[in-house]
């Protein structure tokens, strides 16, 4: 499977971004997504994740309504809704799907997923 993230721009304050991760390959339905950022000097870090289904989803506490990841797996895409976006949410945006297949539970761990895409920016101007 590959993923490639877009969607990311540049954002005043208090504005939303719809990021999107498109990936290939026909059994990408079967696996938890995730998004991940990395802001310059700072290591990567989980934001949000959703279940194969996409009956659950998991967030990190500082984007919790402010977020919302979804997925369409007929289009073998997640979205990332990012509203009321604010300076600290700069950072390079990434996606990337669960080694295991299926599942109800996701992890935040960074060493859990692979096929990361390349990023996306995110810039958002005070």
């Known amino acids: 499977v590959q993923l490639q993230a877009s969607g990311g721009g540049l954002v005043q304050a208090g504005g939303s971004l719809r990021l999107s991760c498109a990936a290939s390959g026909r059994t990408f339905s079967r696996y938890a997504v995730a998004w991940f950022r990395q802001a310059p000097g700072k290591e990567r870090e989980f934001i949000a994740g959703i279940t194969w289904s996409g009956a659950n989803t998991y967030y990190v506490d500082f984007v919790k309504g402010r977020f919302t990841i979804s997925r369409d797996n007929a289009k073998n895409t997640v979205f990332l809704q990012m509203n009321s976006l604010n300076p600290e949410d700069t950072a390079t945006y990434y996606c990337?799907?669960?080694?295991?297949?299926?599942?109800?539970?996701?992890?935040?761990?960074?060493?859990?997923?692979?096929?990361w895409g390349q990023g996306t920016q995110v810039t958002v101007s005070s």
């Open positions: 990337a799907r669960d080694q295991v297949p299926g599942g109800s539970l996701i992890s935040d761990r960074e060493s859990r997923y692979v096929d």
